[in-house]
């Protein structure tokens, strides 16, 4: 089946780390993406990471996949008030016609407290 | 300055009547895609479309038609059929049929009907 969980909310200190994680039952995904909405606004693409990968780093971001369990994770290091948001997982899989579709977690809301 | 544009931001209609949202990208990108946003139920995909004059049903298309007669335009018509129309409206764009299939989002349009 195809299904993307997310723990619903999370709150953190401002300046401690935030982990934010997701769980799959596909095995066949190929790409993971985190994406971020703020309030009122549209999602940002913030990182993606290939499925042949373990982890992948950007600044602030981590990502670690293990394929095994099918568990994602996203981790904030020194996390900042504007890093309150919502944080979705979305995993890439192959639909009709040689197309891709993406399937999504209802997301994580992170509150970070000052 | 690429990206996708959504208007209006804020849209009220009376209830029975049908309502167009605009979606432009200038992205030179091949799909396009309209999501519904609820609170607490993450992104339904409702319409998408892979080239010019094709598009598909998503998983909640009922009340909902869409056109592609441009690359660059994807309009939405939320029609007197969708029993709750009320929500939170995203569109977004991708390269297509690639393997990342990562999608780029625009701002959305709250839709409110009265």
């Known amino acids: 089946g195809e299904d993307v969980e997310q723990s619903l909310f999370l709150s953190v200190r401002e300046g401690d780390s935030s982990v934010i994680n997701c769980t799959y039952t596909?095995?066949?995904?190929?790409?993971l993406y985190w994406y971020k909405q703020e309030p009122g606004a549209g999602l940002q693409l913030l990182t993606y990471?290939?499925?042949n990968m373990d982890m992948k780093q950007d600044q602030r971001l981590t990502v670690l996949l293990n394929k095994k369990d099918k568990h994602l994770s996203l981790r904030i290091a020194d996390t900042q008030t504007g890093d309150s948001a919502i944080y979705f997982c979305?995993?890439?899989?192959?639909?009709?016609?040689?197309?891709?579709?993406?399937?999504w977690g209802l997301g994580t809301s992170l509150a970070v407290n000052p | 300055d690429g990206g996708i544009t959504q208007s209006p931001k804020y849209l009220f209609r009376k209830e029975g009547q049908n309502v167009t949202l605009s979606c432009e990208q200038n992205?030179?990108?091949?799909?396009m895609y309209w999501y519904r946003q609820d609170p607490g139920q993450g992104l339904r995909l409702i319409y998408y479309?892979?080239?010019?004059?094709?598009?598909q049903k998503g998983d909640i298309a009922e009340g909902y038609s869409v056109s592609r007669e441009k690359k660059e335009s994807f309009p939405l018509t939320v029609t007197s059929a969708q029993k709750n129309p009320t929500a939170f409206y995203l569109c977004?764009?991708?390269?297509?049929?690639?393997?990342?299939?990562?999608?780029?989002f625009g701002p959305g349009t709250r839709l409110t009907v009265l």
């Open positions: 992205l030179n990108h091949d799909a």
């Open positions: 977004a764009s991708s390269m297509g049929r690639r393997r990342n299939n990562e999608q780029f």
């Open positions: 990471i290939f499925s």
């Open positions: 596909d095995s066949s995904s190929t790409y």
């Open positions: 979305a995993e890439s899989l192959p639909n009709a016609g040689n197309n891709r579709k993406l399937i």
């Open positions: 479309s892979q080239i010019v004059n094709d598009f």
